[in-house]
């Protein structure tokens, strides 16, 4: 993994651990154990899916950038159906409240895409190649290079 890589992940996650303690907490107020079960599974979800979905876009812009885009796309489709699975599996739980899971796996992702955002708005990632020192030397004087 690259720095800006794991810079970007770790802008992500602390903020994101940050929201799921406050979530986990007010929902054991709340809820009690049940809440605090619930918003812990709802944060874990979150977390494991947006960090794991950053992860592979990351391997996929580095080692085959032309099917970046696609991958993208195919990613977050495959992001929700995991979500979606996982909601369906556990519609009618009794293991936590369902609606501590539900506030705190949304809150958790919310952080997560506001700070990714951030993250890569703050970021100083080249997109174009610049020329090297050696090309412009070589020029002759005056010449559009």
């Not at 599974?41 to 080692?63: D, E, F, K, S």
């Not at 700070?115 to 020329?131: C, G, N, S, W």
């Amino acid at each position: 993994m690259q720095s800006n890589d794991a810079r970007t992940l770790l802008q992500c996650a602390v903020p994101t651990a940050v929201v799921g303690v406050v979530a986990v907490v007010v929902s054991s107020v709340l809820a009690g154990g049940k809440g605090g079960i619930g918003a812990v599974v709802g944060v874990v979800l979150a977390v494991g899916v947006m960090a794991t979905g950053l992860v592979i876009l990351n391997r996929t812009a580095r080692h085959m950038p032309h099917l970046f885009q696609a991958m993208g796309m195919v990613l977050y489709l495959t992001q929700m159906l995991l979500v979606a699975v996982f909601l369906v599996i556990f519609k009618n739980t009794t293991l936590f409240s369902t609606k501590a899971f539900a506030f705190s796996l949304l809150a958790a992702t919310l952080t997560w895409i506001a700070a990714q955002a951030r993250a890569y708005m703050k970021a100083k990632i080249l997109y174009v190649d610049p020329e090297s020192g050696e090309a412009q030397k070589s020029a002759p004087a005056g010449s559009p290079s």
